[in-house]
């Protein structure tokens, strides 16, 4: 997949602006938390500011917190998109340690070519790593509050990442 598809898919299941109080992540717009957005632009920002965030806006945002460190532009079709999402809504290194785990590999947080490489060999890497994505979620505080929307997530993810991974030869 590409980026642009994967980020469109993201942003859905990110929604709007939101300010639950169970979530940690406080004013949360486009799935950009406040505190993730004043880092990035380096300054402090109003919930106001979060909540009038753009697409166009949060897609460089994106591109450089998410897609990059996570290797999306290498990592096999359907599988990009399942890694980024979990980076997105767990982090990075979470999204990072969880595939290493399914793929046999040292688990250093950091996706680079040992891991691409072993995702690529990896039989059923993405069903995998939804797996283990699901079991983390439904082990973490917030379960109570989010798991229902959570598993939903993780079931789209599955079904998108499905339809776009090439069939096997």
Known sequence: MTFDDCLTY???DEGGYSDNPHDPGGATNLGVTRKAWEEWVGHPVSKEV???LTQAQVK???FAKYWMPVQGNNLPSGLDYAVFDCAVNS???RASRLLQ???GVVVDERIGPVTVAAARK???VTNKFLDARLAFLKAI???QYFGKGWRGRVGRVRHLASITTPAKP
Do not use: K, N
Request: charged share 25%; with cysteine; hydrophobic share 40%.
């Open 101 to 103: 785990q399914v793929c």
């Open 60 to 62: 460089p945002f994106y």
């Open 50 to 52: 979060i909540r009038s």
């Open 91 to 93: 982090g990075v290194a």
């Open 10 to 12: 993201v942003l859905r």
């Open 141 to 143: 505080d917030g379960w």
């Open 122 to 124: 990896t039989e059923d």
